[in-house]
């Protein structure tokens, strides 16, 4: 893969920061065990108390490393490993991992980049450590390599190329290619050529992979709940008999030069017109407190950036695809990236704004009042730093670790961490901040343009002179007042009428409130300052007349974009950003809501915002428009590609006109008026289906009764009807639907499989949801779609090499009386009969029946991928809000294990033929290469 971004750090001079503790060296972390054998071999052990064990094995070889005659031969290697070696046959070692509640691509995988090779392993536990340092010694120098699985991979190898390297860029991708043309990065893709990887084998690749996995070339990484000695001296028993080489380890290339001048190129059919500034920052890898204050303090600023450009064009009522100030890494070179995407037509005023925004920041910055929220974003992290290392587990620790190891910078301790912290916290001040801003803004820097097709490209190049000379000149003065003045605080309130212990655990109560809404209290001891919150409703769309679905599309945005209450949308923004609110509303098919993650000195705000949503939305006349103009640019430009065809004529082969599945064009919200978008948020927030609200936090219940009786249970709800949700299928349809549309030399083919679900028993439905699926159900569907891919992957993948990623997932949504399956793969065109066959027979077997050790292997890979949830309260409250509206049984959650260990093989063979067999309807779908 190409390796954008490695270790985030610059070298850059800091401006007004105080002295930092520890002399000015970043302090390493004490806690890691490093040593290494007399073969040379390297290793780093880390103990961690929590059950997740890492391994990683850090060749340092790359594409860099590779002759004329070898060009992708160091990544054809890191695939080479997963297919046979002295302990593992062919794909044994998939299989054994897996069965151990690890899942191939997320827990078990690699990467090759530039300049080395890293192999990945995250188990659950400690007790597979020695099978794990067993492939990693294999991979060292015990890899089969051979000829019928090197002609096999090619077909893998080739279709990574088809995810990946795509003919028809994306404007990124091409200002990738020109940033790195003509150097060392342009010559050395890690995935070589086509060409390349057709003629590699077994000779050359075992000569490329003799000369580099070497030991005196090779890191071992072992992380989490592990005794250090233990680990050690298995490394030691595992790896000291191999051999040393004669390999020595190459240098860094520390590449720093790079072109940057101007790029102006036709962005993709697809994508938006954009203008972009790229300001050179300096060096990549962190060294010095200074380097890594500076680092901090370019984060700062480009939030701060981000920020100001949304509120222009918020102010201004002006359409953008995207708004982003971030970093841009290339290995050891760090850029700032500032960009404005804009619909088609509005390329003057756009860049108009977006340089007056810029060169007001650079040539006044900003007030005291507009710092306090990114002051406050550090303040913060400080006083969470410790609660964060201890959050950590073996796979970040590892990670990390293997980031420094790569970029050779040190892995700094958390007492350094929190220490150069506190220093950085007390150096800021507006001044300081301002200081560095006018520094950014004015660093050395080019443009980059993206350009329609239907603009003319040379005439757009030919205005660089008169943007540069923009830019150059004096910025006028904006101001920027901070208009904090809160929410409207409800005259009246409601109660919290009834409160239940649920459950044997005292920390989880249901609270009914006055208006019908039902509240789930969980407090949670680990969340310390963090809450998480939903709150939510049935409905969604399907409750709304199909009239109404195109302002259901505008609604969200339009009303963000003009605010609540006395609040404008910028200032809303900036309000909630002060408060440290992140605030998510959302309208699904079934159901709508908002998602808040925020620290309890924001809860007072979080709550006000919540009724404000419901009470007080604005809806500008104006920002409808703008947001009807990004509308309408998205979609028309997502459907005049390959890809938006493709969903479109599936769509509409299977979807009623009326379903609020269909998909539109961007016309559709052409008409849209503020009533509408106001009918949208009263039907959806004004009305009680099933409203439930979700805490999850270690709040004391007396501090949060008041606030839910001022803030919740005072909205006046209306009891309304849960709609019906069967989905509105057109039939009868086309069971084939074969369009020849793609722009690269490739095909899309998908299996799309429909089911009903079960009639309700609305018995024992306390809600008269009746959607007829349990808890368990849904981890049964869960659990059929790992068993699928692993299938996919088997056969498609490994043993008919057609393909790099096959895959499988639903679209229906919770609630919906239907299953809907996709199962697809991206293929060489001449394959698409293959794959076809290939598909049906892996649905045909899943039908035969799922075995023992399929249906344990996918159970330990779910309840392995439950744990983290521990540690998140959003996660959480997203949990117990979607199991509590739809009636799954919330109790499953509390009891993961015991819900996944009562599914039995019956059961899933039941599931299996409800979803796929004869009573399923099964459509084909192939997107071919346009003629």
């Not at 990004?630 to 028309?636: A, D, H, P, S, W």
Request: charged residues 20%.
């Amino acid at each position: 893969m190409k390796n954008y971004c490695l270790m985030v750090a610059l070298s850059v001079t800091l401006i007004g920061c105080s002295s930092t503790p520890n002399g000015d060296r970043v302090q390493p972390d004490p806690d890691w065990a490093s040593g290494q054998l007399e073969n040379g071999l390297t290793y780093h052990v880390y103990r961690d108390h929590e059950a997740p064990v890492s391994v990683r094995l850090v060749v340092h070889a790359g594409s860099f490393q590779e002759t004329e005659l070898q060009k992708g031969y160091a990544h054809f290697v890191e695939h080479m490993a997963f297919n046979g070696s002295d302990n593992f046959s062919q794909n044994d070692v998939i299989s054994l991992f897996e069965h151990a509640g690890v899942s191939f691509g997320a827990d078990l995988n690699a990467y090759t980049s530039y300049q080395e090779t890293v192999y990945q392993l995250d188990l659950p536990d400690n007790t597979q450590l020695t099978q794990a340092l067993t492939w990693m010694r294999d991979i060292g120098d015990g890899l089969d390599i051979a000829d019928v699985e090197v002609e096999k991979e090619k077909g893998v190898i080739l279709g990574e190329f088809r995810y990946s390297r795509l003919e028809d860029k994306q404007l990124a991708d091409k200002f990738y290619d020109y940033f790195i043309e003509g150097g060392q990065y342009q010559s050395n893709d890690a995935l070589g050529t086509k060409a390349s990887v057709l003629e590699a084998d077994q000779q050359g690749l075992r000569s490329f992979y003799e000369t580099w996995y070497q030991p005196q070339l090779v890191e071992v990484v072992v992380a989490g709940d592990i005794n250090k000695d233990d680990a050690v001296t298995l490394i030691k028993e595992k790896f000291a008999d191999w051999n040393r080489g004669q390999t020595v380890r190459p240098e860094k290339q520390r590449i720093t030069s790079f072109n940057e001048g101007d790029f102006v190129e036709y962005v993709k059919g697809g994508e938006s017109p954009s203008i972009t500034l790229m300001f050179n920052r300096g060096s990549e890898v962190v060294y010095t407190h200074e380097q890594q204050h500076q680092r901090w303090l370019d984060d700062l600023s480009q939030r701060i950036i981000q920020q100001r450009l949304g509120t222009v064009f918020n102010d201004a009522a002006l359409p953008t695809q995207w708004i982003i100030s971030e970093r841009y890494s290339m290995e050891y070179q760090r850029y700032s990236l500032t960009s404005v995407a804009f619909p088609v037509g509005a390329r003057e005023v756009s860049q108009q704004q977006f340089i007056s925004a810029l060169t007001s920041l650079r040539d006044y910055g900003v007030s005291q009042d507009e710092i306090v929220s990114e002051k406050q974003y550090y303040i913060d992290w400080l006083q969470n730093v410790e609660r964060e290392w201890d959050a950590m587990e073996g796979p970040d620790f590892a990670n990390y670790k293997v980031g420094s190891l790569v970029s050779e910078a040190p892995m700094q301790s958390a007492k350094d961490e929190k220490a150069s912290l506190e220093a950085f916290v007390e150096s800021l001040d507006v001044n300081t901040i301002n200081a560095n801003i006018r520094s950014l803004l004015s660093s050395d820097h080019f443009w980059v343009l993206g350009v329609d097709s239907s603009e003319d490209k040379s005439a757009i190049e030919q205005t660089m002179v008169s943007l540069k000379a923009a830019y150059a000149e004096r910025g006028v003065k904006t101001a920027q007042a901070a208009h904090d003045h809160g929410f409207t605080v409800p005259t009246t309130s409601g109660e919290v009428v009834l409160v239940e212990q649920a459950y044997a655990d005292p920390n989880i109560q249901k609270w009914t409130l006055s208006n019908g809404v039902e509240m789930w209290y969980l407090r949670d001891t680990y969340a310390n300052d963090e809450v998480g919150m939903y709150y939510t409703s049935l409905g969604g769309r399907m409750a709304l007349d199909p009239s109404l679905y195109p302002a259901a599309d505008v609604a969200i945005p339009t009303i963000a974009r003009s605010g609540l209450g006395s609040f404008t949308g910028s200032e809303l923004e900036a309000h909630l950003d002060r408060e440290g609110i992140e605030l998510y509303s959302f309208i699904e098919s079934t159901r709508h809501g908002i998602e808040f993650k925020f620290y309890q000195d924001g809860l007072n705000q979080a709550f006000a915002a919540l009724n404000a949503i419901a009470m007080s939305p604005n809806v500008s006349p104006k920002q409808l428009e703008a947001v009807k103009q990004e509308f309408i640019q998205g979609r028309t430009a997502y459907l005049e590609g390959p890809m938006g065809q493709f969903e479109q004529a599936m769509n509409h082969n299977t979807y009623q006109v009326n379903s609020s599945h269909y998909l539109t064009d961007g016309s559709a919200v052409e008409n849209v008026s503020v009533e509408q978008v106001l009918a949208v948020q009263q039907t959806l927030f004004l009305q009680n289906r099933n409203n439930q609200l979700v805490v999850v936090g270690d709040i004391d219940p007396s501090i949060l009764k008041p606030l839910v009786s001022q803030y919740v249970a005072s909205i006046p709800l209306q009891e309304a009807s849960i709609p019906d949700f069967s989905v509105p299928y057109k039939l009868p349809n086309k069971e084939r639907v074969d369009i020849a549309a793609n722009t690269e030399q490739s095909s899309e083919y998908i299996l799309r499989v429909i089911s009903k679900v079960p009639a309700a028993d609305l018995s024992n439905s306390p809600t008269g949801v009746g959607v007829g699926v349990s808890a368990k159900e849904v981890f049964m569907t869960d659990l059929m779609q790992r068993i699928l891919t692993t299938r996919l992957d088997a056969y498609i993948r490994e043993e008919l090499s057609l393909d790099y990623s096959p895959y499988t997932y639903w679209i229906s949504q919770d609630g919906e009386r239907s299953y809907d399956w996709f199962i697809g793969a991206l293929i060489s065109p001449n394959n698409v009969q293959k794959v076809e066959v290939a598909i049906d027979k892996v649905v045909a077997d899943l039908l035969k029946g799922i075995s023992d050790d399929e249906l344990k292997a996918a159970g330990k890979q779910l309840v392995n991928d439950f744990s983290p949830l521990e540690s998140a309260p959003v996660d959480q409250a997203w949990f117990v809000s979607r199991y509590t509206i739809y009636d799954f049984g919330v109790e499953a959650l509390f009891d993961v294990e015991g819900t996944v260990d009562s599914i039995s093989r019956q059961d899933m063979d039941v599931l299996a033929e409800r979803l796929f067999g004869e009573n399923s309807r099964h459509y084909k779908n192939i997107l071919r290469p346009e003629i």
